[in-house]
């Protein structure tokens, strides 16, 4: 189930990338978002459940938020709706079948600055990862690396609480051994 799991997400990830190679914006496959996706897919098709949680949960606090508000401001195209919805159920499924590891939320935090890096090799105008400008969406003189400190806390203390919640959740949730 697992790997036809992981080949799913390896065709929406190929629909994704045609369709960004059509447009001409093909560098925006290096959003946190998309590495997270691959992440998941390879995590799925090698039997890495660890990866493939760390992959699906990253895009429920970072990848996921940030669509929501490209859709709500611009509107998307049906294969990153695909992509956007299901890595994320994709990585909670995963977490519910193999637990959350506790080296999320400092992974999380390296693939957001390793992002921040790939963002800057890529076109300025396209903006990916927010690398170049803060989104568009904050007040006028927000600096860039307020912006990136903001992100960064953001997506480390979300995952570090998805983690901190599920152990607590997984020793005191339906099934769980109470002691007296």
């Given amino acids: ?4 799991l992981g080949l799913l997400l390896v065709l929406l990830l190929a629909w994704h990338t045609s369709e960004k190679v059509q447009t001409g914006l093909l560098p925006e496959m290096f959003w946190a978002c998309h590495l997270a996706s691959a992440l998941a897919a390879v995590g799925l098709l090698v039997n890495r459940p660890a990866l493939a949680v760390f992959g699906g949960l990253f ?4 990848g996921l938020p940030a669509w929501l508000l490209e859709l709500a401001l611009n509107g998307t195209t ?19 079948r193999h637990g959350v590891p506790g080296w999320i ?10 992002s921040q890096l790939i963002g800057r090799l890529c076109p300025e105008p396209l903006n990916v990862n ?3 400008h803060p989104y568009e969406v ?13 992100n960064l806390a953001l997506v480390t203390l979300a995952l ?17 051994a109470h002691a007296p």
């Fill in 1 to 4: 189930m697992s790997r036809l």
């Fill in 59 to 62: 895009h429920v606090v970072c």
């Fill in 78 to 96: 049906v294969s990153s709706a695909a992509l956007h919805l299901v890595t994320p159920a994709l990585g909670v499924w995963a977490a519910r």
């Fill in 105 to 114: 939320a400092p992974a999380g935090a390296a693939l957001w600055v390793g």
């Fill in 130 to 132: 927010l690398a170049w």
């Fill in 138 to 150: 904050l007040p006028a003189g927000f600096p860039a690396w307020g912006s990136h400190l903001v």
């Fill in 160 to 176: 570090q609480a998805l983690t901190t919640g599920v152990t607590r959740f997984a020793r005191t949730g339906p099934g769980a």
